[in-house]
């Protein structure tokens, strides 16, 4: 049996915090396959929105790009999560990492810019949901129409939310099955038309490379979101490792098959490879039974893309109050066990933002994500050489000066990313990060005159912080019992 051993200076901390522990372990928790789905979510959700990277670059670029891409960026990404995410197995995630290694102001920032990165990354959904529909019906396509519409879609998932991750992680899977299934039909049925030649089409002269980068960056980023809900998931430290795995290998075939197919099946004109011509290409394969089913993946995947992104950023917020970031009410749960406060502040702002234009919104959320990423590579570094004894049930297997290596090509592409932005966004990210800071001041003002309150807890402590275990199967993780030694 595994042994896990608890320090508490009295018996009112330890009678205190084995209440915490038997309220928490009441709460039903999130088991590996919805995990997969919700990472698969967060950081894809099917070919939906790589149109842009073949109008950008050509059907060579577009494929190297989701080929090479993964090895420079998604594998270091995901190994910093899998390692940070079961050593503080925490709600709040990449919050609580920041936090213990440069302090809460850091840590702080760091939720803020993932948390604004998160909601304008949630508006894209409703833009590409609608994208595909106006197609159907092309009243949806502007005007009082489609502005309702936008508000129905973000209403209606925002109260899925509420009801429970749980409902959350079963609609993924379900949603995440349906909606794959077509592009795995349009891929076999353009095998007969494939001419590989067709693959090899590059016009190096006219390349988008602004919308061609931030095109790969946003359909393979986002690893680490899935670190905010580490609390409700049920064995985060083996959980997580395999998740991220399963999720990786199929986010690979998900992009890189069906682009295979749509470049490889037909003549390649760069200026229709809009958002929703896919859909277009499946109708050419398969008449109109095949385009309207892509079409109704198309639209599901926006709907599992939206719950999950809005599912891990209702839950940062949860758990910057959980650590004293922010103020204790943003801590409050509903009778559905979901965070109210996160849910409706995350709702909210992605209705704000789902009117932008795509390209601006993904330029917007990818300038933020990277300064956040470039904080957040920094703390798992610093951690590494300030706790290299700490326990962590995974472990990226290389030394420090290892991981500085593994860290130096995804810090200079976000680095390349960020120089892309264009004057507009360097604008949103500056007010961003000003108003962030600003908020900082005044949060840490109210706290030092009690006017709100706070959890009183600190952020360098987490779950595993004071806690030796030694895992040995998942059948004695769940009959690990905390023994109390006394003087």
């Not at 682009?259 to 109708?283: I, K, M, Q």
Request: glycine content about 8%; some cysteine.
């Amino acid at each position: 049996m595994a042994n896990v051993q608890l320090s508490c200076e009295d018996d009112d901390n330890f009678e205190e915090a084995a209440l915490s522990n038997s309220n928490e372990s009441q709460r039903p928790k999130l088991s590996i396959l919805p995990l997969v789905f919700l990472i698969f979510y967060e950081v894809s959700g099917g070919p939906i929105g790589t149109e842009d990277s073949v109008k950008a670059g050509g059907p060579l670029l577009a494929l190297l790009g989701f080929l090479l891409f993964p090895f420079v960026w998604s594998i270091p990404e995901a190994l910093l999560t899998a390692e940070m995410a079961t050593t503080y197995p925490d709600n709040g995630g990449y919050v609580v990492w920041t936090a213990a290694a440069f302090g809460p102001f850091w840590g702080f920032l760091q939720g803020w810019w993932k948390w604004v990165s998160g909601v304008i990354n949630n508006a894209t959904y409703p833009i590409l949901c609608f994208d595909y529909l106006e197609s159907m019906l092309s009243v949806l396509a502007a005007g009082t129409t489609r502005v309702l519409g936008l508000v129905a879609f973000t209403g209606i998932l925002t109260y899925l939310n509420y009801r429970g991750l749980n409902i959350v992680g079963w609609a993924a899977v379900c949603l995440g099955i349906f909606s794959l299934l077509p592009f795995i039909v349009m891929t076999v049925l353009a095998v007969p038309r494939l001419k590989p030649k067709r693959w090899l089409m590059m016009e190096i002269d006219d390349v988008n490379w602004r919308n061609y980068f931030n095109t790969l960056f946003w359909n393979l980023n986002f690893w680490d979101n899935a670190s905010t809900l580490a609390g409700e998931v049920e064995l985060p430290q083996k959980a997580f490792p395999e998740a991220l795995l399963a999720a990786g290998i199929l986010v690979c075939f998900c992009y890189i098959l069906p682009l295979l197919a749509g470049t490889g099946a037909f003549e390649v004109v760069r200026s229709n490879w809009d958002n929703g011509y896919l859909a277009v290409l499946a109708g050419q394969l398969g008449s109109v039974w095949l385009k309207s089913w892509v079409e109704a993946g198309a639209i599901l995947s926006c709907v599992g893309l939206f719950v999950a992104q809005m599912s891990s950023s209702s839950f940062q917020i949860l758990g910057m109050a959980e650590i004293g970031s922010l103020p204790a009410f943003a801590n409050y749960r509903s009778r559905h066990n979901t965070p109210t406060v996160g849910i409706l502040l995350s709702g909210f702002g992605a209705l704000l933002l789902s009117f932008m234009t795509f390209q601006d919104v993904i330029q917007s959320a990818n300038a933020l994500y990277s300064c956040g990423m470039l904080l957040e590579f920094a703390a798992f570094i610093w951690l590494r050489v300030k706790e290299p004894h700490r326990f962590r049930p995974f472990r990226v297997p290389l030394n420090t000066f290892g991981v500085c290596l593994m860290c130096v090509l995804p810090c200079i592409l976000l680095l390349f990313v960020m120089t892309l932005s264009s004057v507009k966004v360097i604008f949103v990210t500056c007010v961003t990060t000003f108003t962030g800071l600003v908020l900082y001041i005044c949060l840490d003002y109210s706290k030092k005159n009690k006017w709100m309150k706070f959890a009183a807890v600190d952020p360098d402590s987490s779950s595993t912080k004071d806690v030796s275990v030694d895992i040995q199967s998942s059948d004695e993780v769940k009959e690990a019992t905390f023994l109390l030694h006394s003087d």
